[in-house]
């Protein structure tokens, strides 16, 4: 592709051509009037060499350049109240560690059977309140969220005495009275 072909691509839409040269004259005269009225600063800055060189009158300090400017004073808190290199569980989930398997099932006494008896109780009941929870949605950002029973909740929050613990994708994880709920979608 020679100078000629190049030239013809460029002047094909006359219209276009004209107004790419009509921009480029006004960015000239732009920037030309830019340099005439205001000379760039790297042109008219003293020589830091010349007091020193010359042994002329030392430059003002540098504070007398700042005078006329509003002073700003920032209070700092002596205790900072978070830590700052952890993140906040809000955000950012972390996955649930597997627990190692105990090997508490051989140990079974009077009181144990008891305990258990009322942990199973206690998780019908849980199990049975959350029949009426139904997981329609899950919404997932910054924050997760799930559309619950028609309520937007997000991990912390709670609906219907059950406290969202995670949102997952197609699945929330629940808690109350210490049992964990999964409602799927």
Known sequence: MDASDIWKLI??????????????????????????????????????????????VPTPP???????????HVDL?????RDLFRPDPRYFQTEPEEDALSDDSGKSGPESDDEQDIARARQAVVREAAQSLSLQSTIHGNVSQALIN???????????????VR?????????KDGVEIVLEM
């Open 77 to 81: 808190v002596d205790e900072v109240s």
């Open 150 to 164: 028609g309520q937007l909740v997000s991990p912390g929050q709670s609906i219907s005495g059950f406290t969202v």
């Open 167 to 175: 949102v997952d994708e197609r699945r929330v994880t629940v808690i």
């Open 11 to 56: 002047t094909a839409d006359k219209r276009k051509f004209g107004l790419v040269c009509t921009l480029m004259c006004v960015a000239l005269l732009l920037w030309g009037r830019l340099l005439m009225k205001d000379v760039p600063l790297t042109a008219t800055a003293d020589d830091p060499t010349a007091p020193s060189i010359a042994g002329a």
């Open 62 to 72: 540098a504070d007398s350049a700042l005078e006329g400017w509003p002073v700003v």
